[in-house]
């Protein structure tokens, strides 16, 4: 499984970035249909923590206390994809994204076990 981010970057207070990141074809149609995919995040000397997580085929969501009415996950079956619409940013929100995919459940806390990991990338809020 192949996962590809790209998106971060930095932005002041209050504003808005858009992460995507693309799955490989092959990784779609032997994987994807019965997993989600999601973002976790890791600010620097923490542990990974889960932000939000999509299913593929039926458009379940969950998102994480802090995030919920700023972000929002979509997917994109056409470009293999998942995008993570991140407004009203916070300094606190400065921290490395990573795009996973795995097993997921709502009832799990978190929802979705991360097996596969991209690579992360920054977003930097500044104040």
């Known amino acids: 499984v192949q996962l590809q981010a790209s998106g971060g970057g930095l932005v002041q207070a209050g504003g808005s970035l858009r992460l995507s990141c693309a799955a490989s074809?092959?990784?779609?149609?032997?994987?994807?249909?019965?997993?989600?995919l999601g973002w976790f995040r890791q600010a620097p000397g923490k542990e990974r923590e889960f932000v939000t997580f999509?299913?593929?085929?039926?458009?379940?969501?969950k998102y994480v206390d802090d995030v919920k009415g700023r972000f929002t996950i979509s997917r994109d079956s056409a470009r293999n994809s998942i995008d993570l619409q991140m407004n009203n940013l916070k300094p606190e929100d400065t921290v490395v994204y990573y795009c996973?995919?795995?097993?997921?459940?709502?009832?799990?806390?978190?929802?979705?076990?991360?097996?596969?990991w991209g690579q992360g990338t920054q977003v930097t809020v500044s104040s």
């Open positions: 996973v995919a795995g097993q997921w459940s709502i009832q799990w806390d978190p929802p979705l076990r991360a097996t596969f």
């Open positions: 074809a092959r990784t779609y149609s032997s994987y994807l249909g019965a997993h989600g």
């Open positions: 999509i299913t593929w085929g039926g458009g379940i969501t």
